[in-house]
């Protein structure tokens, strides 16, 4: 059974640049959630979707974004990109009122210039 | 004060000691806490589950949770030099919150 696949694994972009990050969760798994890792703040809770619909959200700015797929795909976007958000991004899949049992990718390593 | 408190370490042992990770928390609400280990460049792995109090046992692995106390404990016993890792705790509500994490705790087990 394929684990949780991010794309791509390493990013460059500058500041002011947005950016586009995506997730395939495994298959069977309907909730998708997004958390950012910093050396200074540990994972935090970005977002978590679940058949289309995002069900939770962190604490972070509105120039964080995402969406889920029908087929439970997802992805997120970053805007007006900052030098703060350099960090890894890691999503994680779930099963049904699993968040428990989070399963996740490798990440993408976002360093923003 | 954050949510939920995890000594950074680092933590060095050598091979074969027991190794305790702990974490303590202030929301009363936690009914889930886990345990996940993360290698260097990889996302973190779920390594242990328990709901609500007592100790689970897997392996050479024991989690411990004191909810009296707000207190979550990891035991490696026999540990191996592929027991090197960060570990971090993580707890929710329910399973449809998310998890609040703590920041990890860097081990290295020395051969």
């Known amino acids: 059974k394929a684990g949780v696949t991010q794309t791509p694994r390493y990013l460059i972009k500058t500041r002011g640049q947005q950016v586009t990050l995506s997730c395939s969760p495994i298959?069977?798994?309907?909730?998708v959630s997004w958390y950012q890792q910093t050396p200074g703040q540990g994972l935090q809770f970005l977002f978590e979707y679940f058949s289309e619909t995002q069900r939770n959200k962190g604490n972070f700015p509105g120039r964080f974004s995402g969406r889920q797929f029908s087929n439970s795909r997802s992805e997120m976007n970053v805007s007006t990109l900052e030098l703060g958000d350099s960090a890894l991004y890691l999503c994680a899949s779930s099963s049904v009122g699993g968040n428990e049992k989070l399963f996740f990718g490798s990440g993408t390593q976002l360093s923003v210039l | 004060q954050k949510e939920v408190e995890q000594d950074p370490g680092p933590l060095s042992v050598p091979e074969g000691a027991i190794v305790s990770l702990n974490c303590t928390y202030s929301?009363?609400?936690?009914?889930?806490f886990m345990w996940y280990r993360q290698y260097s460049r990889k996302g973190p792995e779920l390594l242990m589950y328990t709901y609500s109090s007592g100790n689970k046992e897997d392996g050479r692995f024991t989690a411990q949770v004191d909810k009296s106390s707000k207190y979550i404990s990891l035991f490696i016993r026999d540990s191996q030099p592929s027991d090197s890792a960060t570990y971090l705790c993580?707890?929710?509500?329910?399973?449809?919150?998310?998890?609040?994490f703590g920041k990890g705790t860097r081990l290295s087990v020395i051969a």
């Open positions: 929301n009363s609400a936690f009914q889930y």
């Open positions: 993580a707890m929710s509500e329910s399973g449809n919150t998310p998890l609040v």
């Open positions: 298959s069977g798994h309907r909730s």
